[in-house]
């Protein structure tokens, strides 16, 4: 990784590629500014939920996501969390990087994307309830 970002004209200085145990990964979460969460669309991908982007909204991270994942569209665009990612082409990363360099700008950010991570994405509150009354209802005679 860290050489292929380096031959597209990026610095050590400009990223990290390590390796850590996962107790430190919501201190190195807080240390980013931005998180990435790009894959290639596929029919199989349209039902997908990200795990890592609950994670990114949770440690209060904007993202940079790649459209049509999902209902990920939709969570990005309401929580204004991040920016879509489009195609992917140059116009389109450039697009994606001007995006989330203005969504930077704003301070409320970092908990707005934590307001989201609660709101669509925890488990105690909002997936563990609704899977309990989809059970419910399944089971109910």
Do not use: W
């Not at 920016?83 to 389109?92: I, K, N, T």
């Not at 989330?100 to 563990?128: K, M």
């Amino acid at each position: 990784m860290a050489e292929e970002l380096e031959l597209r004209g990026l610095t050590k200085d400009d990223f990290r590629v390590t390796k850590i145990d996962p107790g430190e990964i919501p201190r190195h979460l807080r240390a980013a500014d931005v998180a990435l969460a790009i894959m290639l669309p596929s029919f199989a991908r349209r039902s997908t939920s990200p795990t890592k982007l609950a994670e990114y909204f949770a440690a209060g991270l904007p993202v940079i996501v790649t459209a049509g994942i999902g209902d990920v569209d939709a969570h990005v665009a309401e929580s204004r969390g991040g920016v879509l990612l489009r195609s992917f082409d140059e116009a389109a990363y450039n697009e994606a990087l001007d995006a989330i360099e203005e969504l930077r700008r704003d301070p409320c950010l970092a908990a707005r994307c934590q307001a989201e991570a609660r709101l669509r994405y925890d488990l105690r509150e909002v997936g563990g309830k609704r899977y309990l009354r989809l059970y419910e209802a399944i089971l109910r005679p």
